[in-house]
Each structure stands twice: as C-alpha cells, then as structure tokens.
C-alpha cells in the first residue's frame, strides 16, 4: 500500500490576527487549504490529527520563564510582544501552540509509519524565535521544538533543518548553535531582516560547521538558491547521516512577495523540494516534514506550497 503525505492543519490558528493590514494575516492558511483543495490535492493526502503543544513539549525549547511571558501578555490584552516586533491578539499563544501541537503531531506520524512525509500549514510562523525571544511575527520555534521533540520521543540522534525562507532563521540558528545533533542549513537574502546568517556563522565548539549559512543578494533565484542546496547541503547532509529532515518551507522567497526580493518561481520550489526528498530517501528512510515559515503574496503562497505539496505527493 502506498504511504501518503500527510497534512496537519487546523482552522483555529486563523484566530490569530496581527490586524488589518499585517502580512501575516489568517488569509494566508485559507489561502494555501483552499489552493490544495482546488488542485485536488487535498483529497489525496493523510488528514494528521493534531493537536495542541503542551508547556512541557514547549519547554524542550523555549524556557519556563518566556512561555509564561507569552501567556501573561496574550491574557493582559497586550498588542505586540514586549520582547520583539510580534503582533498579539486574544488567540496569538493558542494558535501557536496548535503551530507547534501540528508539527509535533507529524512527527508522530511519520515515526510511526502513518504517513511517508507531512506538510504543516501553521501559522504564526517560528523560525525567529529563540529560547527566550519572539520576534519577526513568530512566538514559539515549531521547526526546532519538532527537532527536539523527534530527538526525545524517538531517538532521533541526527535532525537536519533546512530553512528556505528569504528571511534567515535566526532563532533556529541561535537554539542549535552549539549543539552537534542539529545540522542547520540556511540560504536567504543578505543584507535583509533580521540581519544575522553570515556564511562566518558556523556554529560553535563541537558543533562548529553544523551551521551553514548561504546568504545571498536581491534579485537571487533558482540558479543561486537550487545551487546552495546542491553544492553546500547536499554534500554536508549526505555526510552528517540525519534521521529526520525538517524543512522552515518559506515562500517569501518566491518571486512577487511583498517581504523578500528572491525571484524564484513554483516550478523551483518542486526542485528543492525534490532534492530534499531524495536525500530523506537516501538518509532517513522518506522522513520528511514541511513546516510553512513565512509567503505573504497570497496566490503565490497558495501556487507555490502547492507545488511543494505535489513533489511531497509524488511517488518514486
């Protein structure tokens, strides 16, 4: 029997509204579900049952003291995060962990054989948020709490993240700097928000080159970025072994959003995503999981995660 792709997602992280106006709006998750639901997709891939990260599953990441901080400010009525640039409304730390309670979910099923690989469509997005900060519209780290949580609840020795956004996944980067299991690999525009990811950041101690940084100008595409994952990550991936490969799928790279000057095009995202399954394929029997970060031009959100979902769905 054919493995599928999964898909975790839930219409409660809706609920969190930046205000009118924001990029991060709740139009982006209907957006990317009504675009698989038209293409015909939906239908074809694994519904995931998810369900809510706990403070303990959060805690893997984030310390005790920042989740109570986010709860505290959310309850207050607080309108932006006081440690960063971060929208809130009454529902912002409730759909974040439901963000999180998904990609945690699809662990689950991939581990257990439920499904072959996943995508997440969550939303807030994480990958700028660290241990003890949120900021760039993100709360908690979904992509890296995935990471520890495979870590813990499986044994995971080895994760690789793998962050195409157009923005560097600063909070990512500074959660695993130091630490071997995680190889974190990044390809984003430079100079550009949030000012870190210089090929110089490397990681530090043991895990020095476990952090690899491909910053990259305006203007770049598939030539530049396809090119960082065939030359750098594939090689570096082929050569760290890891048992999960976790994506920060960032659509802001796409040419025409609104946030970030890349310039690459649906047809380059079912490349990247192509190459990322062939080396889950070669290194972790498939196990591969898609977390969308950031694509604030909704029809190209919605074109190019359905292009990315439609290489996850594909059948070698």
Not at 108 to 136: E, K, L, T, Y
Request: proline content about 4%; hydrophobic content about 40%; overall charge negative.
């Amino acid at each position: 029997m054919k493995l599928r792709t999964g898909i975790a997602a839930d219409a409660a992280m809706q609920k969190h509204d930046p205000g009118l106006g924001h990029p991060e709006q709740p139009a982006r998750y209907t957006a990317v579900m009504n675009a698989l639901e038209a293409s015909g997709l939906l239908a074809d891939l694994f519904p995931i049952a998810v369900h809510s990260a706990t403070d303990d599953d959060l805690a893997l990441v984030h310390s005790r003291q920042y989740i109570a901080l986010i709860d505290a400010e959310v309850t207050q009525g607080f309108d932006q995060l006081t440690t960063g640039d971060t929208s809130l409304n009454a529902h912002s730390a409730t759909a974040a962990r439901l963000a999180a309670g998904c990609a945690l979910s699809a662990v689950d099923a991939v581990f257990d054989g439920a499904v072959r690989n996943a995508f997440c469509v969550v939303r807030p997005p994480g990958h700028h948020a660290s241990v003890s900060r949120g900021m760039g519209f993100c709360l908690f780290n979904t992509v890296a709490i995935a990471a520890r949580y495979a870590q813990k609840q499986y044994g995971a020795a080895r994760v690789l993240i793998a962050d195409w956004d157009v923005h560097h996944g600063n909070g990512t980067q500074d959660i695993f700097y130091d630490d071997a299991s995680v190889l974190f690999f990044s390809t984003h525009q430079w100079p550009w928000y949030p000012g870190t990811g210089l090929s110089s950041e490397e990681g530090e101690g043991s895990a020095r080159g476990t952090t690899i940084n491909c910053p990259l100008p305006a203007g770049s595409g598939a030539r530049e970025v396809i090119g960082a994952f065939t030359d750098r990550l594939v090689p570096a991936a082929r050569n760290f072994r890891p048992d999960l490969i976790l994506i920060s799928a960032g659509f802001d790279s796409r040419i025409g959003d609104p946030l970030g000057q890349f310039r690459l095009n649906d047809d380059d995202f079912r490349e990247l995503t192509r190459l990322m399954m062939e080396l889950a394929g070669e290194c972790c029997s498939g196990r591969l999981i898609s977390v969308l970060e950031g694509g604030y031009n909704l029809r190209g959100l919605a074109a190019a995660a359905t292009a990315h979902v439609s290489q996850l769905n594909v059948t070698n």
